[in-house]
Each structure stands twice: as C-alpha cells, then as structure tokens.
C-alpha cells in the first residue's frame, strides 16, 4: 500500500514539476514576443499549435477588424471613426497604421470605424486611402456649382468642398478644375493626374482661412501621428474627414420633382438611302431656363454610323461637351454648361447641337430615332441657376422634310462641294458669273472654327479648289462661307465621312 501511495506523489510531483516549467517558458517565450516587430509575432503565434486560441484569447490580429467596432478591454488599441463632411460613416476605406517599419492594414466596416488591437506603446502614423471609382457621387450638378463659385454667384462652400473643388489639386478652383471633371464624366479620361479619387483630413485640423483653405498651405494633411502610452489603455479619437474629389453637391441630391423637359429630334420623314449622309438636330422644347445638363444619346450602331458632332444655336457648346469613347456600342454622352448662367440659359426653341450621321442601308424615320439612356451614368437631367432642382429629360422623334445640303449664293456665284460626303480631300467647285474681286473663302468646322481660308480674284467661269490640308480635319460637319467686302455671296455645307 505505502507503495502505490508512493508511487502517485511521485507521478504527481513530476506532473507538477513540469507545469512549472511550461508556465515559466511561456512566461518567457511571452516577453521575448513582445520585443518582436508586430507582424512577426503574429506570425509566431499563429503556427504554434497553441496559437490561435492564445491569439483569440489575448493577441488579436490587428490586421483584421472588429466587426462591432468594440476593442478589447485588456489591451491597448488605437481607434477612430471615417466620415463625410456630412457626418455620413465612410465604408470600405483601408487604414493602414505603421510604427517604424512595422505596417498593418484594415478594412473600415459599415460603421465607419476602424480598430486596431494589441498595439505596443509608441509613436504611430495613421493613414487612410480609398481605391474607389473617381465617379462616385459626380454629376454635372458639381460642375455647375463650381462653374458659379468661379464666377461669383455662389459663395457657401465649406472648406472641405472647396478641397473637393479642387480636382487638379492646384490649390485654387478654377475653370480647369471643371474641365477635368468634364473629362473624367464624359469618359474621356480615367483618372485626374497626380490626383487620388478621395482625400482624408484629420477631423481635427483646423483651417487658416475656412473661406480659402489654400491660403498659406503648402500640403495638406492627410495622416495621423498618434502616441500610445506604456500602459493598457484605448486611444480613441483619431478621426479623419474623407472628400471625394469634384463632388461638392453633397450626398443629398436636389429634389427630383421637376417636370420632365424635351428636346425634340428631328429626323428625316422620307426614307434614307445606304451611304446617304443624315443630320439630326436636338432642339429643345423644355419650359424652364436651363443652365446645365447631361445625357448619354443612344443610337443603332447597326443602322448608322456616326460621324461626328456640331453646334447648334446655344452658347458655350464645343467639342469638349461631347465623349465618343462608346460609338461601338451606340452611345454619345454629352455635357453642357451655360458660360454664363445667368445671362446665357438654353431657352425653348433653341438648337442645342447636330449629330451627323451615314445610313448603313435603307432608314426609316424610326430606325433613325435617338432616345436617352436612362441606365447610363450620364442620367438624363437639367438644372435651373439655382440648381435646387433636378429636370429629368425626355427626347422625342418628330419626322420632317428633308431639304438636302443647304446652299444660300447670289446669281452671280455657285459653289459646291463635289462629292459630298467628301472622303480625305475635300475639293469644291465654283462657278462665276461674273468677276468677283477680293473674294475671301472660309472653311468652318462643325463648332465655327476656322480650318481653310483662301483669297480669291475670280474671273468668269468654273475653278475647281483643292483643300490638302483636309487630310488632318477630323471627319464631321463644315461648312463654307464666301464673301466680298461685308456681302455673303456662297454658303453651304458638307460632311467628311474620313
């Protein structure tokens, strides 16, 4: 008896004998982790078989977030909260948090707050990115909110729209700023150079001048340095305010309850023959005063292919208001902005633009019909100077005659454009009845830009001119002027197809 009772305290004190040891390696295993950079003690901890429970006890992963935003009370941690300038939580942001060369990163939650876990005590630099789409939240409403501040007739901006305003990131809001915006909706460019879709600010930077945050500022920033004592302990408050750039409309949209406005299109009544040249001009017939608008045009890539733009009668419209990156698939996207808001508006009747187009084959007027796309990030809609309304936009067909190319001349000069639609070289031929001195002949392009200009003394009869320098003009629509002195003897148009 005395034997086995012998025998189990032995058993005994060696089983305690060798939980005294693994306590006092662990003990010791654990104060040499704590000396290891972050990443790599994590690492540790996660091959040991021991490990994960140890980490989901004590040590969680400061690269993955706390769903709940709800640190863990027995370690330090280091915490804040994403949001627009309206308050509204900013998802889907990756924090990254580097002390020395140790980094880690995390996903913002829906909540808007970021947590990271088991943090040693040191200096560290907090400092969010977005990787999201430059699109997100931008319309033509923002360019015309930054068109009027440019021009005086709206000062209310907070300095975080002003930033936002600032797309080129030259630490002032002009006109450049409005065309790179222009750009980027239109789907000319992808991208702003050196400029990031998001900016964030810490909550507590304050401004030098909240009416011009650029006054004096030499970079913005955009980073956290933050010191975590050498005690268990929450450093919450590391805030940061995120602003998307060019979108200085907010996330609340104007209301949405205008009457719709159309613009009519008016296609050919007859029926169009393969290879015939077709120009389609939108006039608007809308009852308010619009002062900016955009619209993706849908037509049948199958039945027409497009050949380019032109301006109508309505002020500010140039080749830049127009994006052909999608003509394969049938879409022109437009954008347009009244120079001057307040003087310059589009008014009912007025041609906004002409697009050109050659028939494939034989068209109807249906076949020939445009329509706007209402699924399109260019949703169809116009807004007032006061842009506290959104218009949707309808377009609707109306057939008329066709009149064939126009050409207004006196009885004393013919001109015409031989062939049109012409191809690389365009030749046009006169004819005089009678000499014409000082003579002066214009080529425009679509918008009324100069492209060819000749000086002409003509004597009686035909004189064919060749323009070589056509073969650099982009195909579309032009149009030719003669005059002598102030008096307009010749003007007509034609298409280049190449």
Same mark, same amino acid.
């Given at each position: 008896?005395?034997?086995?009772?012998?025998?189990?305290?032995?058993?005994?004190?060696?089983?305690?004998?060798?939980?005294?040891?693994?306590?006092?390696?662990?003990?010791?295993?654990?104060?040499?982790?704590?000396?290891?950079?972050?990443?790599?003690?994590?690492?540790?901890?996660?091959?040991?078989?021991?490990?994960?429970?140890?980490?989901?006890?004590?040590?969680?992963?400061?690269?993955?977030?706390?769903?709940?935003? /709800?640190?863990?009370?027995?370690?330090?941690?280091?915490?804040?909260?994403?949001?627009?300038?309206?308050?509204?939580?900013?998802?889907?942001?990756?924090?990254?948090?580097?002390?020395?060369?140790?980094?880690?990163?995390?996903?913002?939650?829906?909540?808007?707050?970021?947590?990271?876990?088991?943090?040693?005590?040191?200096?560290?630099?907090?400092?969010?990115?977005?990787?999201?789409?430059?699109?997100?939240?931008?319309?033509?409403?923002?360019?015309?909110?930054?068109?009027?501040?440019?021009?005086?007739?709206?000062?209310?901006?907070?300095?975080?729209?002003?930033?936002?305003?600032?797309?080129?990131?030259?630490?002032?809001?002009?006109?450049?700023?409005?065309?790179?915006?222009?750009?980027?909706?239109?789907?000319?460019?992808?991208?702003?150079?050196?400029?990031?879709?998001?900016?964030?600010?810490?909550?507590?930077?304050?401004?030098?001048? #909240?009416?011009?945050?650029?006054?004096?500022?030499?970079?913005?920033?955009?980073?956290?340095?933050?010191?975590?004592?050498?005690?268990?302990?929450?450093?919450?408050?590391?805030?940061?305010?995120?602003?998307?750039?060019?979108?200085?409309?907010?996330? /609340?949209?104007?209301?949405?309850?205008?009457?719709?406005?159309?613009?009519?299109?008016? #296609?050919?009544?007859?029926? #169009?023959?393969?290879?015939?040249?077709?120009?389609?001009?939108?006039?608007?017939?809308?009852?308010?005063?619009?002062?900016?608008?955009?619209?993706?045009?849908?037509?049948?890539?199958?039945?027409?292919?497009?050949?380019?733009?032109?301006?109508?009668?309505?002020?500010?419209?140039?080749?830049?208001?127009?994006?052909?990156?999608?003509?394969?698939?049938?879409? #022109?996207?437009?954008?347009?902005?009244?120079?001057?808001?307040?003087?310059?508006?589009?008014?009912?009747?007025?041609?906004?633009?002409?697009?050109?187009?050659?028939?494939?084959?034989?068209?109807?007027?249906?076949?020939?019909?445009?329509?706007?796309?209402?699924?399109?990030?260019?949703?169809?809609?116009?807004?007032?100077?006061?842009?506290?309304?959104?218009?949707?936009?309808?377009?609707?067909?109306?057939?008329?005659?066709?009149?064939?190319?126009?050409?207004?001349?006196?009885?004393?000069?013919?001109?015409?454009?031989?062939?049109?639609?012409?191809?690389?070289?365009?030749?046009?031929?006169?004819?005089?009845?009678?000499?014409?001195?000082?003579?002066?002949?214009?080529?425009?392009?679509?918008?009324?830009?100069?492209?060819?200009?000749?000086?002409?003394?003509?004597?009686?009869?035909?004189?064919?001119?060749?323009?070589?320098?056509?073969?650099?003009?982009?195909?579309?629509?032009?149009?030719?002027?003669?005059?002598?002195?102030?008096?307009?003897?010749?003007?007509?148009?034609?298409?280049?197809?190449?």
């Amino acid at each position: 008896m005395q034997h086995f009772i012998f025998k189990f305290l032995k058993n005994e004190f060696f089983i305690l004998k060798y939980c005294f040891r693994f306590w006092s390696s662990l003990s010791h295993f654990t104060s040499r982790l704590s000396a290891l950079p972050l990443h790599v003690a994590l690492i540790l901890l996660s091959v040991l078989p021991w490990g994960s429970s140890l980490m989901a006890q004590k040590t969680p992963n400061s690269s993955v977030h706390s769903t709940k935003g /709800v640190p863990n009370p027995h370690f330090p941690c280091i915490r804040g909260t994403i949001t627009t300038p309206n308050g509204l939580e900013m998802p889907d942001v990756t924090v990254m948090i580097t002390q020395e060369a140790d980094t880690c990163e995390q996903i913002v939650p829906v909540n808007g707050l970021y947590t990271f876990e088991a943090c040693m005590a040191g200096n560290y630099t907090i400092t969010p990115h977005s990787k999201r789409n430059f699109l997100d939240g931008l319309t033509v409403l923002d360019l015309l909110l930054i068109r009027k501040y440019t021009l005086g007739l709206f000062a209310s901006f907070s300095p975080y729209a002003l930033l936002a305003a600032d797309a080129n990131r030259s630490n002032n809001v002009n006109t450049l700023d409005v065309l790179a915006l222009r750009r980027l909706l239109l789907g000319i460019d992808q991208k702003i150079p050196h400029t990031h879709p998001w900016r964030f600010v810490p909550k507590n930077y304050v401004f030098p001048d #909240v009416n011009y945050p650029f006054e004096g500022l030499t970079s913005l920033p955009e980073s956290i340095t933050a010191t975590l004592p050498p005690c268990d302990t929450i450093l919450a408050g590391q805030d940061f305010i995120a602003i998307k750039t060019g979108d200085v409309s907010g996330p /609340v949209p104007p209301c949405q309850g205008g009457q719709p406005q159309a613009f009519a299109v008016l #296609v050919p009544a007859s029926v #169009v023959q393969a290879g015939t040249p077709v120009s389609l001009p939108l006039r608007f017939e809308g009852q308010v005063l619009v002062t900016a608008l955009q619209a993706a045009i849908r037509f049948d890539p199958a039945a027409l292919e497009f050949i380019g733009p032109s301006t109508g009668n309505a002020e500010g419209l140039t080749p830049d208001c127009f994006g052909l990156t999608d003509l394969s698939r049938g879409i #022109v996207r437009l954008i347009w902005l009244a120079p001057d808001p307040a003087e310059a508006p589009l008014r009912a009747g007025q041609l906004l633009c002409r697009l050109h187009f050659k028939a494939k084959r034989p068209l109807t007027a249906a076949e020939m019909a445009l329509r706007f796309d209402e699924t399109d990030r260019l949703r169809p809609e116009a807004y007032p100077l006061a842009a506290d309304v959104a218009y949707p936009l309808s377009l609707q067909s109306t057939a008329v005659e066709e009149r064939g190319p126009s050409e207004a001349h006196t009885v004393g000069l013919s001109v015409e454009c031989r062939p049109n639609p012409a191809g690389e070289m365009v030749t046009l031929w006169l004819q005089a009845r009678q000499p014409v001195q000082g003579g002066r002949l214009f080529i425009l392009d679509g918008f009324g830009r100069r492209v060819a200009y000749r000086e002409l003394n003509l004597e009686t009869g035909a004189l064919e001119i060749q323009f070589e320098e056509a073969v650099s003009w982009s195909p579309g629509f032009y149009t030719w002027v003669f005059l002598q002195g102030s008096e307009r003897l010749s003007e007509g148009n034609f298409i280049k197809t190449q």
